[in-house]
């Protein structure tokens, strides 16, 4: 279950040739991809700081593409887990990115983004475009 990262869905709405190469594979192979709320939140807010309501209806638009994966108390769990453990090895990504690992670990762990510092997560397979 590929999770797309923030940085996936921005690279889409701006039309990079890599991550829309990338989308078409999963297209069709007929692989469903999924998202996480925070990535609908970091998105938002951009689309808001743009003062262009052309991007909130961008986000929305792109957003119904994707699959959106709850956060549970399993997924809680793991953020503790892994935000602790980051914090103690100076290895921390960010609060938000932190998140999306959490839940990239509970459902997958594979997560198509342009950020290469997921991969300073353990167990999480990172797809790069």
Do not use: W
């Amino acid at each position: 279950m590929p999770v797309a990262d923030t940085s996936f869905l921005i690279d889409l709405l701006r039309r990079d040739e890599g991550a829309l190469s990338c989308y078409s594979e999963y297209e069709r192979q007929g692989v469903a991809l999924f998202t996480t709320g925070i990535t609908a939140l970091e998105l938002f807010k951009g689309a808001f700081l743009s003062g262009s309501g052309k991007n909130v209806i961008k986000v929305r638009t792109i957003l119904e593409l994707f699959i959106m994966i709850p956060i549970d108390e399993h997924v809680y769990e793991v953020f503790g887990r892994l935000a602790a453990n980051v914090s103690r090895n100076g290895t921390s990504i960010g609060d938000f990115d932190e998140v999306i690992a959490a839940i990239t670990l509970c459902n997958g762990k594979e997560i198509i983004t342009h950020d290469r510092h997921f991969e300073k997560i353990p167990d999480i397979h990172v797809i790069s475009y």
